[in-house]
C-alpha cells in the first residue's frame, strides 16, 4: 500500500491527536507537529508524544531548550532519529541520535537508513555509545532533497570518521576535514564501514541552528 499522510486540516488546541480507527493499523514512517507560540502565556517546551492504545507514552520528543512566548516551532519524529525542533526562539543547540540494532544480533556493515532535517544547522561534535566493548567506525552522506539519495561520493565526515576502539563509548568535537553545515531540506544516509562484537549502536550530532 502506498504512504498515506495523516494531516490536520485546522489549528487545534493543545493536546491534538489521531485516534487510529479500530479496524485499522499504520506504521510510523514520521510525525511532524507545527506549534504556533504567539497565544502562550509565558515560555513553554513544545513536545510531540506519540501514545499507544493502552495509554502509555511510546514517545516524548520535547524541544531541547525552553522557548519565550510568541515563538514558533516544528517539532518531528522519525525511526531512529532523536526528536529536534526548528523556527522559534533563535540558535539552539540539540542532540540528533541515529540508533543501529538488529533484534540482539550482532550489526550488519553496510547502509543503516536515511533521515532529512528541515532547518538550517552545524554539527559541532559527534558521539558513538555502544551495548557493549567494542569496535565500530560510522559514515555518514549527505545531499540536497533534489539530489537524493547521498552516496559514499557525498561523505561529509572527510577522512574523520566516528570511530570506536574497543571502548563502549567515543566522542569527538575535532571534526577536521567535516563539512559541518546543514542546509534546510538536506537528505542523510548512516553507512555502518565496519562494526565488531556489537549489537546495538547509538550515533549522536551535536547540532546548532
Do not use: H
Amino acid at each position: 500500500m502506498a504512504d498515506v499522510a495523516l494531516i490536520a486540516q485546522a489549528v487545534t488546541t493543545t493536546p491534538e491527536g489521531y485516534t487510529v480507527p479500530g479496524s485499522q493499523e499504520i506504521i510510523l514512517k514520521s510525525v511532524t507537529a507545527s506549534y504556533d507560540g504567539t497565544g502562550a502565556g509565558g515560555s513553554f517546551i513544545p513536545t510531540l508524544q506519540i501514545i499507544a492504545p493502552n495509554g502509555s507514552v511510546v514517545a516524548s520528543c520535547p524541544v531541547s531548550t525552553t522557548l519565550a512566548a510568541g515563538a514558533l516551532a516544528d517539532v518531528s519524529w522519525f525511526p531512529r532519529v532523536g526528536g529536534a525542533s526548528s523556527g522559534g526562539g533563535g540558535s539552539s543547540t540539540r542532540d540528533l541520535y541515529f540508533r543501529f540494532a538488529n533484534g540482539g544480533f550482532q550489526l550488519p556493515t553496510g547502509i543503516a537508513g536515511e533521515f532529512s532535517l528541515d532547518y538550517a544547522a552545524t554539527i559541532s561534535q559527534w558521539t558513538l555509545l555502544a551495548d557493549q566493548t567494542g569496535s565500530a567506525v560510522v559514515d555518514i552522506w549527505k545531499t540536497a532533497f533534489g539530489s537524493y539519495p547521498p552516496t559514499v561520493a557525498n561523505t561529509i565526515t572527510g577522512s574523520a570518521l566516528p570511530t570506536l576502539t574497543s571502548a563502549l563509548a567515543a566522542k569527538s568535537s575535532t571534526l577536521t576535514g567535516w563539512t559541518t553545515s546543514i542546509s534546510a531540506g538536506d537528505t542523510f544516509r548512516v553507512n555502518l564501514n565496519s562494526v565488531a562484537s556489537l549489537t546495538r549502536l547509538t550515533l549522536m550530532l551535536e547540532i546548532t541552528g
